[in-house]
């Protein structure tokens, strides 16, 4: 038998080529054991961290929390539009419940390290960092998506989740059980973003 090319026979390859987000609607009500979120924490930790600064939040929410952020979404909605119909009130509050876990990824950074670390380089590592976490999910078995909207970057979600002026919240990671694979995707050509720059 020919000897496998590591080149192509990498599960972790396989996993980042074949990596897609799994859309809410397919997630069941099966909650992941902690234990493996905790998995999927720890292969974050492995982020590229210029400086060890360390800038990645997690906040795991579960269970009657995800009520809490339910209640603090509405909020928003009516902080926006105080006639804002029953309905869209109720479809703000019923978001989080979409999955069993969500955790909510932001970037606390330290000013104080620019400019050797300017503060655009911590939030691509806790960028990098929410990445790790929904490929560590999806390689486990379950399905993963981040979400954002307009709560993401709304002062009460940002006060309630402890963020100052440069941080960021990057994501919602709504991850869960699902009863069928995610849906396929066509992905570009990596050749029609990339050149050989001379100069
Ligand atoms: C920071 C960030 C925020 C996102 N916010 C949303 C969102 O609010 N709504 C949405 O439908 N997709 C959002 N997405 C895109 C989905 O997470 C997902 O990438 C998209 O559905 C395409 O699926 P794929 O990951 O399988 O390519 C976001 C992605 C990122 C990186």
């Known amino acids: 038998m020919a000897e496998a090319d590591p080149m192509t026979q990498s599960p972790v390859l396989d996993a ?11 997630l069941n ?11 999927m924490l720890a292969a ?5 961290d210029h400086g060890a600064v360390h800038p990645w939040r997690f906040h795991v929410i579960e269970g009657e929390a995800r009520n809490r952020l339910g209640d603090l979404f ?5 902080d926006n539009d105080p006639f804002a119909p029953t309905a869209a009130i109720e479809k703000a509050k019923a978001r989080p419940l979409r999955a069993p876990v969500i955790i909510t990824v932001c970037a606390k ?17 806790a960028a990098a960092a929410m990445e790790h976490l929904v490929i560590a999910a999806q390689a486990m078995g379950y399905g993963a998506i981040i979400l954002t909207g307009p709560n993401a970057h ?10 100052d002026r440069e941080d960021e919240l990057l994501g919602f990671v709504y991850i869960g059980c699902a009863d069928e694979p995610a849906p396929p995707k066509e992905r570009p050509d990596a050749r029609d973003y990339t050149n050989d720059w001379t100069g």
């Open 16 to 26: 980042l080529i074949n990596r897609a987000s799994m859309p809410p609607r397919l």
């Open 29 to 39: 009500d099966k909650v992941p054991p902690r234990a493996d979120i905790d998995k």
């Open 44 to 48: 974050a930790m492995s982020a590229p």
């Open 74 to 78: 509405a909020e928003v909605l009516l």
């Open 109 to 125: 950074v330290d000013p104080s390290r620019a400019p050797k670390i300017p503060v655009v380089e911590q939030v691509v590592t």
């Open 154 to 163: 709304a002062g009460k979600v940002r006060a309630a989740f402890g963020l």
